[in-house]
């Protein structure tokens, strides 16, 4: 620090030693406060645009299986339907039942796979607690 002066060695107490690890400890945590602070804010910062293209997209996507899903049923119940003939073989409410299933087995995959996605994901800060276990391994082995 700037304003601290530093006595020699042969100068100096227990009590200004102590004071001073006792200052520098302070200063190392606070600096490792403020480093956590800005990982942090930087992870937030990045998920938060992550989050607004991924709502984007799921936005558009759900419109897009939507139209899908009432196309496939119509063609289901079309395809069902003997050539020149007005009557189906799979009525239009079972046409729908079959695409919600397929829907549905799709959905509970996916869902599945980003659950354990999410499982594997590690919120806390990994260059933080990196740095603290190592100024923690530090002190402990300058005694």
């Given at each position: 620090?700037?304003?601290?002066?530093?006595?020699?060695?042969?100068?100096?107490?227990?009590?200004?030693?102590?004071?001073?690890?006792?200052?520098?400890?302070?200063?190392?945590?606070?600096?490792?406060?403020?480093?956590?602070?800005?990982?942090?804010?930087?992870?937030?910062?990045?998920?938060?645009?992550?989050?607004?293209?991924?709502?984007?997209?799921?936005?558009?996507?759900?419109?897009?299986?939507?139209?899908?899903?009432?196309?496939?049923?119509?063609?289901?119940?079309?395809?069902?339907?003997?050539?020149?003939?007005?009557?189906?073989?799979?009525?239009?409410?079972?046409?729908?039942?079959?695409?919600?299933?397929?829907?549905?087995?799709?959905?509970?995959?996916?869902?599945?796979?980003?659950?354990k996605s999410l499982q594997s994901n590690?919120?806390?800060?990994?260059?933080?607690?990196?740095?603290?276990?190592?100024?923690?391994?530090?002190?402990?082995?300058?005694?």
């Amino acid at each position: 620090m700037a304003n601290e002066v530093h006595v020699p060695p042969e100068e100096a107490s227990l009590t200004s030693l102590l004071r001073g690890i006792i200052n520098d400890l302070g200063v190392l945590i606070r600096q490792e406060m403020r480093f956590a602070r800005t990982e942090l804010k930087s992870d937030v910062r990045r998920a938060t645009r992550a989050g607004a293209v991924l709502a984007l997209g799921v936005g558009s996507a759900c419109l897009g299986v939507v139209l899908v899903a009432l196309m496939l049923v119509h063609l289901i119940h079309a395809l069902s339907s003997p050539a020149g003939t007005d009557t189906a073989s799979i009525p239009l409410w079972g046409c729908y039942g079959i695409v919600a299933a397929v829907f549905l087995v799709v959905g509970a995959g996916l869902g599945f796979l980003g659950v354990k996605s999410l499982q594997s994901n590690n919120p806390l800060p990994e260059q933080t607690a990196q740095s603290v276990k190592e100024n923690v391994e530090w002190i402990m082995n300058s005694k």
